[in-house]
């Protein structure tokens, strides 16, 4: 993956659930670009994500497999979500967005994630002090 390698989770305040434990962050341009373009299933399993900053839609040009996104405000609110979005699609674009969280498929229908939730995005890992 083109994204930062990073330490950081994903957990969903309002449900009490991790949605990544292994989270990655695209930050600039050209990692944004890339996201999860030409990337294999096998390499995106349950527990990793890919947290898109800015981002306000996103698409799966060039990818091999479904995901599951939330579309996220400036205070990570869910403001929409696309589940089970399939290779060689253009997503939604949503002006509410500040971010986008991708996942692996069925990672919204397992931990219960719907529109109105926080999300929590921190450094470190789950269980350890954080630096954010």
């Not at 695209?26 to 399993?45: I, N, P, Y």
């Not at 399939?86 to 997503?91: E, F, G, I």
Request: some cysteine; glycine content about 6%; hydrophobic content about 40%.
């Amino acid at each position: 993956m083109a994204a930062q390698e990073s330490t950081a989770y994903a957990f969903n305040r309002t449900r009490q659930a991790f949605l990544a434990t292994r989270l990655s962050i695209a930050e600039t341009h050209w990692s944004r670009f890339w996201g999860l373009m030409c990337k294999k299933e096998s390499q995106f399993q349950a527990g990793d994500g890919l947290w898109i900053v800015p981002c306000r839609g996103v698409h799966t040009f060039a990818m091999n497999f479904p995901i599951d996104v939330l579309y996220l405000d400036q205070n990570h609110l869910v403001v929409h979500m696309g589940q089970h979005l399939k290779p060689w699609r253009m997503a939604r674009i949503s002006f509410r967005a500040a971010s986008v969280l991708e996942l692996p498929c069925e990672t919204l229908r397992s931990s219960g994630t719907a529109i109105g939730d926080i999300i929590e995005i921190t450094s470190g890992r789950p269980g350890q002090p954080t630096t954010a």
